[in-house]
C-alpha cells in the first residue's frame, strides 16, 4: 500500500515562496511519474506539475517559470518549489503518483492512483 503525505504548506505573502515536500512509503517509487495538483475551493482539481524517472517534467501554464518539480529517489520524495506566488495560488495542494512503470508525465488526474491528503497553501496581499 503506497501513502503519500504532504508537507510544507503555510501562509506567505504575494510575491513570496514556499516548497512543498512528499515522501512516498510503501513502495519505491523511483520510476513512477510524480505529480502535484491543486485545488482551490469550488472549483476543479487541475494540474499543477508532473516528473517522471528521467527529469522530464510538465507544468501548467499558469505556474510555468515560477514553480519546479524536483525528486530525490534516495529520498522516495517529490518537491514543488514554489516562488513568486499570487493569490491565485491559493489552494490545497495534493501529491500524487501514477502506477505505471517508466511512464511519461500527464496532466490528468484519473492517470494516477496514489495521492496525499493535501497540504494547504494560503497566499495573502
Known amino acids: 500500500q503506497v501513502q503519500l503525505v504532504e508537507s510544507g504548506g503555510g501562509l506567505v505573502q504575494v510575491g513570496g515562496s514556499l516548497r512543498l515536500s512528499c515522501t512516498a512509503s510503501?513502495?519505491?517509487?523511483?520510476?513512477?511519474?510524480l505529480a502535484w495538483f491543486r485545488q482551490a475551493p469550488g472549483r476543479e482539481r487541475e494540474f499543477v506539475a508532473a516528473?517522471?524517472?528521467?527529469?522530464?517534467?510538465k507544468y501548467s501554464d499558469s505556474v510555468k517559470g515560477r514553480f519546479t518539480i524536483d525528486r530525490d529517489n534516495a529520498k522516495n520524495t517529490v518537491n514543488l518549489q514554489m516562488n513568486a506566488l499570487k493569490n491565485e495560488d491559493t489552494a490545497l495542494y495534493f501529491c500524487?503518483?501514477?502506477?505505471?512503470?517508466?511512464?511519461?508525465?500527464?496532466?490528468?488526474?484519473?492517470?494516477?492512483?496514489?495521492w496525499g491528503r493535501g497540504t494547504q497553501v494560503n497566499v495573502s496581499s
Open positions: 500524487a503518483a501514477d502506477s505505471l512503470v517508466g511512464a511519461v508525465p500527464t496532466t490528468r488526474a484519473r492517470d494516477y492512483e496514489y
Open positions: 510503501g513502495r519505491t517509487l523511483d520510476r513512477n511519474v
Open positions: 516528473i517522471n524517472w528521467r527529469a522530464i517534467m
